[in-house]
């Protein structure tokens, strides 16, 4: 039985996911499809000049992954992150490197999505007008709608090269929490794989659940080895 994580009254707390949290509902991972997703290196597809130079390549790539993310169901892990989050309230928060809507359909609201996500698309000219729930396949780039100011609409993803979404409330929660865990992700990208260093500044505990050592590990307090939908059900107990 692993040792139970223990959650006091006076505990906040940060949660940071990535792909391996989703491994177990059928999405692969970045590192498991070693880096290929349908025949391109995601920095192939995930970037502004591949927007500009083959914006219907960009949109087959998302339009995949919006099919692929349809498909799935969260699994325990997600589940356990939605109930903690029930537990703990204000005291709680989840910010996911994630585009596609697992957590939010097992129940998590208080929810960043730092990279994005896949059921909106936004102005490519960001003419200043919100994302909008977009859900579409699209089978070709004629199909994809433009913005109202006449701009062909993007996916609404943060790609490499581009800051991540809500940085400012991301860096004020982890300098105010006593307790960080980092669920499935590799430690590969920045500035997501700092905030386990941003932590450990503000003196919390930094937990880590995976199978693999990721390549932060250095930074964790503890190393929950093992699959996220196995091990978080009953890793966390709450004394309110
Ligand atoms: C920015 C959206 C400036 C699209 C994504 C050189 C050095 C340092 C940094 C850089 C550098 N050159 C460039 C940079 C910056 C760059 C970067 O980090 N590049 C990397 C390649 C070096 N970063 C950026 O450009 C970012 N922007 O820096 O702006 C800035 C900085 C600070 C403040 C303001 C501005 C923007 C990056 C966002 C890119 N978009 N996603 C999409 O998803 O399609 S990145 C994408 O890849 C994901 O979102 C995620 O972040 C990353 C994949 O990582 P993981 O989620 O960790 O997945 P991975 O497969 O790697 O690992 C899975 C893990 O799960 C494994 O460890 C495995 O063991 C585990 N696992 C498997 N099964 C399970 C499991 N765990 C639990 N249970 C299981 N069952
Ligand atoms: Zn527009």
Redesign the pocket.
Known sequence: MTERILIGPADRVFVL?????S??SGL??????D?L?AGHR??D??TPEALEANPALVWE??SL?RAQGAAAEP?P?HRALAELEAKLGERFLLC????DDLHERAGSQRLIH???E?AKSRCQAECGRPPVEDRTVYRSLEEVPLCACGARLR?H????????LE?KRIQRTLEESTLMVV????????????FVNWARQAGARTVY???????NAGAFTRIVE??????LPGLFEVSC
Do not use: K
């Not at 669920?183 to 700092?194: D, F, H, Q």
């Not at 659940?209 to 390549?215: F, H, Q, S």
């Not at 093992?226 to 091990?231: F, K, L, Q």
């Open positions: 996911t990535g792909a391996g949290i491994a177990e692969p991972t970045f590192r498991a499809s880096g997703w995601i920095e597809v995930c790539f998302y992954r699994n892990a996911t490197q994630n585009v730092m990279h994005g896949l996916p993803i943060v790609f490499f090269g581009e800051t991540p940085m669920i499935g992700t590799s430690g590969s990208v920045y500035p997501a794989a700092s659940v995976g199978p693999e050592r990721p390549l093992g699959n996220a939908g196995a091990v």
